[in-house]
């Protein structure tokens, strides 16, 4: 079983990782946030994949075709929690050293869409104190990491559990 979750998280890790990076990239040379959100969340399902793939891998070659609903989960929850750790590491490497100015760069665009929307000055203001407390928290790794794992980790506990609901074989 260990060989099974390590590579399979390994992978979907690294692949969740590439398409970060290469995603922030773009994002930091653009400045476009628009679809950020969509990349991100296409890019988990993309490394959760593998998730499918290890539990039906473990099932297959080395359980005689057979797996518990409880078994499949813990694997798929294995491999989600490696796939998430590369993420984290990942995204507190480009926070930290690469992308320092995301937090400000964020806030601005959010708050001109706000401004567009129609915000008054009394919301615009509101906004930004709520903001600003957020980025001072934000600064902090532990901080900054779990609420990093909380954008990842339910998308992988979903596909752990549809994962081991559709691969359980008694």
């Known amino acids: 079983m260990k060989k099974v979750v390590l590579i399979n998280g390994i992978i979907g890790g690294l692949i969740v990782s590439t398409l ?16 950020g959100m969509i990349y991100g969340y296409a890019s988990m399902i993309l490394a959760f994949i593998f998730i499918f793939v290890g539990v039906k891998t473990f099932r ?3 359980n005689n075709g057979l797996i518990s609903f409880g078994k499949a989960f813990t694997i798929g929850i294995l491999i989600a929690l490696i796939a998430s750790t ?3 590491v990942t995204w507190l490497i480009e926070y930290f050293y ?7 760069k964020y806030a601005a665009e959010t708050l001109a869409k706000a401004k567009a929307a129609g915000a008054t000055e009394a919301e615009l203001a ?6 600003a407390r957020f980025n001072k ?5 532990f901080f900054n990491a779990l609420i990093t794992y909380m ?16 691969l359980k074989k008694k």
């Open 151 to 166: 954008e990842i980790l339910p998308v992988g506990l979903v596909v752990s559990l549809i994962s081991a609901f559709f």
């Open 126 to 131: 509101k906004q930004t104190a709520e903001m």
């Open 20 to 35: 970060m990076v290469l995603s922030t990239l773009y994002f930091k040379s653009t400045g476009d946030f628009e679809n």
């Open 60 to 62: 297959d070659k080395y």
């Open 86 to 88: 590369f993420y984290v």
């Open 137 to 141: 928290m934000y600064k902090n790794p």
């Open 98 to 104: 690469v992308f320092t100015d995301f937090a400000e």
